[in-house]
């Protein structure tokens, strides 16, 4: 469908694999404290692509939620055996987007980060290659986001998604926003602002890439 590059991975017991249909949208390595302790390591590295070009091959994944540090919490996909974590959804993004847990891919190296983000609390033994964008906290996807064609359309769609589709749906499964004692988000609206991203971008599709 998109592109022709595909990108397989699945969990360590191999119950679960998966295939991305086309490249993500962006790659970013986090430093923040959170996922030091959710990886057990010095950083996250994830990939951000739209949840429909993520097709399970393989076994069923196992949702968790968790906190995060925005308060908003995300929703954690796993192997239901080893228990190994393949992707997650956040409440900002909600369903439309998975940011893939690059780590699980068989070929890894394949997508190294776009950008580093929450440097500021990034272990001080890890030293940062020149050329890879960095920021003490989060980013702007307007200032970082890749150049190539159609990288624009997702960034809109991804966008659009973060302004509260996802996060509606989230909520209708199981509540977290109010949870975390968060107003509903503008659903209606959001999920139109999405749609609208996504029809021009289909509308641009004849474009390469
Ligand atoms: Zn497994
Ligand atoms: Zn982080």
């Known amino acids: 469908m998109s592109g022709g590059e595909t990108f397989e991975g699945g969990c360590t017991c191999r119950s679960v694999r998966y295939r991305m249909t086309s490249k993500p949208m962006f790659v970013y390595c986090c430093h923040c404290r959170w996922c030091q302790r959710e990886t057990g390591s010095a950083f996250a590295l994830n990939a951000l692509i739209e949840s429909d070009r993520v097709v399970l091959v393989q076994g069923e994944a196992e949702s968790a939620d968790i906190p995060t540090a925005s308060g908003k919490g995300q929703r954690v996909a796993r192997c239901p055996k080893c228990r190994i974590a393949l992707w997650s959804n956040y409440a900002g993004a909600g369903e439309a987007i998975r940011f893939v847990r690059v780590g699980t891919l068989d070929e890894p190296d394949r997508l190294p980060p776009d950008i ?67 107003p509903s988000p503008p659903a209606v609206r959001a999920r139109t602002g999405f749609h609208r991203a996504r029809a021009r971008c289909a509308s641009r599709r004849r474009v390469p890439g």
């Open 116 to 182: 580093h983000i929450y440097t500021s609390s990034k272990q001080s033994w890890v030293t940062l290659p020149p050329g890879t964008p960095a920021a003490p906290e989060y980013y702007k996807s307007r200032d970082v986001w890749p150049k190539e064609p159609g990288a624009s359309c997702r960034r809109d769609r991804r966008e659009a998604a973060g302004n509260g589709l996802g996060a509606d749906r989230f909520s209708a499964l199981r509540a977290p926003r109010s949870a975390y004692g968060l």
